[in-house]
Each structure stands twice: as C-alpha cells, then as structure tokens.
C-alpha cells in the first residue's frame, strides 16, 4: 500500500514561489503516476497535473501551465510542484495522489496524501 506525505505549503505574497514536495513509501515508486489536486473551501477537488511514472510525460489543467511544473526523483521516492506566479486563486489545500495508472479524475488514484495548505495573499 503506498504512503504520501505532503510539505512545503504555507503563505505566499502574490507573483511568489512555493514547491511541494510528495514523499512516497512502501511500493516500487517508479511503477505510480503521481497526481496533483487541490481544493479551495466550498469547491471540489480539482486535477491540477500528473507525471508519469518514468517522468517522461506530464500534463496539467489549463489554469496552471506555463506556471507550474511537476517533477520527480524516482531515487528518492519523491514528487515535486514547482509553482511559480502564485495568484490568489491558488489558495486551496494541495493535494498528491498515486495509482498505477491515473489520470485526471479524482477517482483514477487509490493512494492520497492528507494534504498541505497553500495561502497566496499579501
């Protein structure tokens, strides 16, 4: 069963970077697409991006290209979101997700970390 833990959120003045970090453990880390979501208070959770398993391939929702890149380091079991011109409407709770296969949907992941928070304000 694989294990995510979510760090690196916190407050952000708008125009800032933060990076997430996604540890995984107790599987073969490279065998899992890992996911981004996040969830801003009062909406549901929304796809963010994915990386494959090899990273070789990503893809991210509209609202964030060009401004976020996900990354990962299969070495250390880690995934990364590099977020970059943070806006105010980024503020949500971010979340990792893995499965083998995933995809866009939230219900394509069988594995989910418990979250970090994201605050983009002045």
């Known amino acids: 069963q694989v294990q995510l833990v979510e760090s690196g959120g916190g407050l952000v003045q708008p125009g800032g970077s933060l990076r997430l970090s996604c540890a995984a453990s107790?599987?073969?880390?490279?065998?899992?697409?890992i996911g981004w979501f996040r969830q801003a208070p009062g909406k549901e959770r929304e796809f963010v991006g994915y990386?494959?398993?090899?990273?070789?391939?990503?893809s991210y929702a509209n609202f964030v290209k060009g401004r976020f890149t996900i990354s990962r380091d299969n070495a250390k079991n880690t995934a990364y979101l590099q977020m970059n011109s943070l806006k105010s409407e980024d503020t949500a709770v971010y979340y990792c997700?893995?499965?083998?296969?995933?995809?866009?949907?939230?219900?394509?992941?069988?594995?989910w970390g418990q979250g970090t928070q994201v605050t983009v304000s002045s």
């Open positions: 107790g599987v073969t880390f490279s065998n899992y697409v």
């Open positions: 990386i494959s398993g090899s990273g070789y391939t990503q």
């Open positions: 997700a893995a499965d083998t296969r995933g995809g866009l949907e939230v219900d394509e992941y069988e594995a």
